[in-house]
């Protein structure tokens, strides 16, 4: 499978525009965004409870909880068809996951603030792995120490990108609200919960 590798320092990024094919691609997307329970929580953000900017639903394996910006996810057991993406992108990557954070951008006002998958219960260099559905939208990342470091991606229909090595210790990651017209995208984001 056709893969791009981001030479970037600090950092291991890997890209696979053709994760999916377009038919299996475009099944998943109509069938996920009707059967995944999404919702809108709530996010502490300086102090001041505001909603996510996007809807989410976790899943899990048996026992496992995860907790961001001070809101703790209580898992839904895998679905087969996240399952069977869980065992396609262990495959490919060589990598075990145990969780699934999906996001649904539900259009260009929907995104994802700057931030680095950093806490302690993903492990010391964490593995995280994005598969991408429905309308193309850009990743930006940023270096933490050395502003002049940028790079962005524009995340393909059926695209996986997998951000390992120190990445999330030197880099911050964000999606950004767009003014383009764009109609949803589902996010799939498989990380290994220590």
Same mark, same amino acid.
């Given at each position: 499978?056709?893969?791009?590798?981001?030479?970037?320092?600090?950092?291991?990024?890997?890209?696979?525009?053709?994760?999916?094919?377009?038919?299996?691609?475009?099944?998943?997307?109509?069938?996920?965004?009707?059967?995944?329970? &999404?919702?809108?929580?709530?996010?502490?953000?300086?102090?001041?409870?505001?909603?996510?900017?996007?809807?989410?639903?976790?899943?899990?394996?048996?026992?496992?909880?995860?907790?961001?910006?001070?809101?703790?996810?209580?898992?839904?057991?895998?679905?087969?068809?996240?399952?069977?993406?869980?065992?396609?992108?262990?495959?490919?990557?060589?990598?075990?996951?145990?969780?699934?954070?999906?996001?649904?951008?539900?259009?260009?006002?929907?995104?994802?603030? &700057?931030?680095?998958?950093?806490?302690?219960?993903?492990?010391?260099?964490?593995?995280?792995?994005?598969?991408?559905?429905?309308?193309?939208?850009?990743?930006?990342?940023?270096?933490?120490?050395?502003?002049?470091?940028?790079?962005?991606?524009?995340?393909?229909?059926?695209?996986?990108?997998?951000?390992?090595?120190?990445?999330?210790?030197?880099?911050?990651?964000?999606?950004?609200?767009?003014?383009?017209?764009?109609?949803?995208?589902?996010?799939?984001?498989?990380?290994?919960?220590?």
């Amino acid at each position: 499978m056709k893969s791009e590798i981001f030479g970037l320092p600090d950092a291991e990024l890997q890209y696979f525009p053709d994760f999916l094919n377009t038919e299996k691609a475009n099944f998943l997307f109509e069938k996920l965004l009707k059967e995944i329970p &999404w919702q809108q929580q709530n996010i502490k953000l300086f102090g001041k409870e505001i909603p996510q900017p996007r809807l989410t639903a976790f899943y899990a394996e048996k026992g496992i909880t995860y907790t961001y910006s001070g809101l703790q996810l209580k898992p839904e057991p895998f679905s087969t068809e996240i399952l069977a993406l869980k065992t396609q992108t262990q495959e490919l990557s060589g990598f075990d996951f145990n969780t699934c954070l999906a996001n649904l951008y539900r259009d260009g006002s929907d995104s994802m603030g &700057w931030h680095a998958d950093d806490e302690k219960v993903l492990g010391k260099n964490p593995i995280i792995a994005s598969i991408s559905l429905g309308s193309v939208r850009s990743f930006q990342f940023k270096h933490k120490n050395n502003k002049n470091l940028r790079e962005k991606i524009e995340l393909q229909h059926g695209s996986l990108l997998i951000m390992k090595g120190t990445m999330q210790h030197f880099w911050k990651h964000q999606l950004p609200k767009t003014k383009k017209k764009v109609s949803s995208r589902i996010n799939l984001t498989f990380r290994k919960i220590q």
